[in-house]
């Protein structure tokens, strides 16, 4: 059965992951599907650095990924908290920009149709696995292998971007009270997302690609509040707002170390 979500549950989404109901005409807006064209794909991806004074389109990119994670984050809560399965269809989703001003470049989130399946009372493994392969391996994959042919930036920069945002959302929700009778079946996705789940929920990959950033490490410990230490360099430090290394760049930390 498809339905909407709540008054109360769209204010979380809209104050918490940036959803919006409104559409922008900047030129830092775009319909998702349309980013998969190439052309159109570097067209915007090129504003996005002449914006952020990003050194090259890689640096934009890697941004780009960054922003448009509060949309995988919004689909996330949705079925973790939620338990339901908002339409993460390609066609659905566009990222609008209103403050063009702004340095920084936080744009929203936008779903044309706001719209969801709810988990069934059995077998909810199953549905779990759908909802993921529908926001990775349909969509997220899709999109970065675009970004990659466009760029050549390298896909484990922009998996390791979502895992940062991934676990922040998730030790939020742990830490937490007002979902404290939840907190088992959203540490449980999470595991199953990070380090379960197969690899063919994310796209032709052999393995899970999260389990490249988190270790050996149990989901308790990953969530426990601890910044998560990066393998790989987000390029940031390339954007003239952020113009240093993050604090847990593996740049910065190997400098360090010399």
């Known amino acids: 059965m498809i339905s909407t979500f709540t008054p109360n549950e769209m204010t979380v989404l809209e104050e918490k992951f940036r959803l919006t109901f409104k559409t922008s005409t900047s030129k830092l807006s775009s319909k998702t599907s349309l980013l998969l064209n190439e052309e159109m794909l570097r067209k915007y991806l090129t504003e996005v650095k002449s914006k952020t004074k990003a050194a090259n389109l890689s640096v934009a990119a890697s941004l780009f990924v960054k922003r448009y994670s509060f949309a995988v984050l919004i689909a ?17 989703l566009s990222i609008q920009t209103f403050d063009e001003t702004d340095l920084i470049w936080l744009p929203f989130i936008k779903f044309d149709r706001l719209s969801f399946i709810a988990a069934p009372r059995e077998d909810r493994v199953h549905w779990r696995n759908e909802t993921l392969a529908e926001i990775f391996a349909n969509h997220i994959e899709v999109l970065f292998d675009s970004l990659t042919k466009v760029t050549k ?15 922040w959302m998730y030790t939020n929700l742990l830490a937490d009270k007002a979902y404290e009778h ?13 380090a379960v789940g ?3 929920l994310f796209g032709n990959y052999f393995e899970n690609p999260f389990l490249n950033y ?23 430090y390339l954007t003239e707002s952020k113009g240093s290394f993050c604090k847990n760049c593996p740049i910065e930390r190997k400098r360090k170390q010399v």
């Open 76 to 92: 996330l809560y949705s079925m973790s908290v939620l338990n339901k399965r908002i339409d993460f269809s390609v066609d659905n």
């Open 153 to 167: 930036i390298s896909k484990r920069i922009m998996w390791e971007n979502l895992y940062t945002y991934i676990v």
């Open 182 to 194: 939840q907190h088992a079946m959203i540490l449980d996705d999470f595991n199953w997302m990070t």
């Open 198 to 200: 197969e690899g063919n």
């Open 214 to 236: 988190r270790g050996t490490k149990d989901s308790l410990s990953i969530l426990d509040g601890t910044p998560h230490k990066r393998t790989t360099c987000c390029l940031s």
